[in-house]
């Protein structure tokens, strides 16, 4: 089993929706990651938190919204979203975001997104 | 240019038998680390097996193992006795240390491997 929980597992909303989704981990770990994934192709990264700070924004456009309230909880807020914008969008930790180039991303289920 | 390569468009394996899938890394960072993680078709990534730069020994986890190759810059993954559980997309990826943002991961386009029974 993961241990990198996302929720919910699938989501259909429409283009004037807001939705969350939402990301939690228990492993201590203080770096958090967004992820973009299309079908057949590998993740994009969207966003870094490092530490509960923004650290890396991937150009991701104003639709998309991260927030992290805490060390454990990593949230993508979503408003107006494109039909393009259909995707599988994982969420991931690692043990030290400080340069640690052998800890592995850890990553959830993922949540399965289509706009309508 | 792309960071990490992977040519093989799609792999075949007769079940228990073993297969290679290739990867190739291109970097300037003396400290990078390289990883293969498992996409099946629920989507879930799992991460299979890492390799560090300065390490001397080639790594391996259970079935799977690391021909690691620094000179040619080649990390390929060798999967032992194929299991129909094997089926999946595999992605080669990388984390640098001096270049770029070091929290970054980046994969390779992956390669699909399918177990035949």
């Known amino acids: 089993d993961t241990e990198v929980t996302q929720t919910p597992k699938h989501l259909v909303m429409g283009m004037t929706n807001k939705k969350s989704l939402k990301c939690e981990q228990h492993m201590g770990h203080r770096a958090m990651y967004w992820y973009k994934q299309k079908a057949k192709k590998p993740p994009e990264l969207m966003f870094v938190y490092s530490y509960e700070k923004l650290s890396i924004n991937e150009s991701v456009p104003s639709r998309f919204s991260p927030e992290c309230p805490n060390s454990s909880l990593l949230n993508l807020h979503l408003h107006a979203l494109q039909p393009e914008d259909s995707a599988l969008y994982l969420c991931a930790s690692s043990q030290d975001p400080r340069g640690s180039y052998n800890s592995p991303l850890h990553f959830g289920n993922g949540t399965r997104l289509t706009v309508t | 240019a792309q960071k990490i390569t992977q040519t093989q468009p799609g792999m075949f394996v007769q079940e228990k038998e073993a297969v290679t899938l290739d990867c190739t890394y291109d970097t300037s960072d003396p400290s990078y680390g390289l990883f293969w993680y498992k996409q099946p078709s629920s989507g879930e990534m799992i991460f299979l097996i890492y390799q560090g730069s300065y390490d001397q020994q080639n790594a391996t986890e259970g079935r799977y193992s690391l021909n690691f190759q620094k000179a040619r810059k080649s990390a390929n993954l060798v999967i032992s006795a194929s299991q129909l559980g094997d089926s999946a997309m595999y992605f080669c990826?990388?984390?640098?240390?001096?270049?770029?943002?070091?929290?970054?991961?980046?994969f390779g386009k992956g390669i699909t491997l399918s177990v035949r029974p």
């Open positions: 990826a990388m984390r640098e240390v001096f270049t770029g943002a070091n929290s970054k991961l980046t």
